[in-house]
């Protein structure tokens, strides 16, 4: 699939409220083949259509468990609260904290055009309500504070240090499974 172009938070299609999708034909499979592409690329966890210019009602996130596509995606129960810090492709190296539900129920429909419900929480739920708010025109700057910009330096040592953690604890899990068949 292609890598499509991330648009950034000055270009106005962000503001706008995208359209529902009235047919899944090929051409939304593309669109969201290629927007799971375009996620990866840039390391997010959750892109919405209209970050790649496009004014239609899909997302595609990725908590961890693999790609998930939700086409006109609403969110029917929200409960609790959660505050954490939060950063978009569409603003390169800007985090900032949003409060947000820590339990939501999104009704969407699946790539094969199956209604279906996911109940999320925690990190779920926060990628879901950003994606959402995209939809609607709504930049997580919008909702929030102790915004702050990083340098492409302070990024590069972030990742090398979580790099860095992740490979120490592959080790340690290496070292505790040759104990366990001693």
């Known amino acids: 699939m292609a890598i499509r172009n991330v648009r950034y938070d000055t270009d106005e299609v962000l ?17 969201a083949l ?4 375009t996620m990866y690329k840039y390391d997010g966890v959750g892109l919405a259509a209209p970050q790649v210019g496009i004014l239609k009602r899909i997302i595609v996130i990725d908590p961890g468990t693999g790609p ?29 904290n949003v409060d947000r539900p820590k339990t939501v ?9 199956k209604k279906q419900t996911i109940k999320a929480e ?16 709504i930049l997580f700057l919008d909702k929030a504070y102790d915004v702050y910009k990083l340098s492409d330096e302070e990024i590069e040592a972030a990742k090398r ?22």
């Open 15 to 31: 503001r706008k409220r995208s359209r529902e999708i009235e047919e899944i034909d090929n051409k939304i499979r593309e669109l």
């Open 34 to 37: 290629d927007m799971i592409d």
């Open 68 to 96: 998930r596509v939700l086409i006109n995606p609403v969110i029917t129960k929200k409960s609790g609260s959660q505050t954490g810090e939060e950063g978009c492709l569409s603003s390169p190296n800007v985090f900032g």
């Open 105 to 113: 129920t999104v009704e969407y429909f699946d790539i094969d055009g």
């Open 122 to 137: 925690d990190l779920e739920a926060v990628i879901l309500c950003h994606e959402i708010d995209h939809l609607d025109g």
């Open 161 to 182: 240090e979580a790099e860095e953690l992740e490979r120490k604890e592959q080790e340690k899990a290496k070292k505790n499974k040759k104990c366990k068949r001693k």
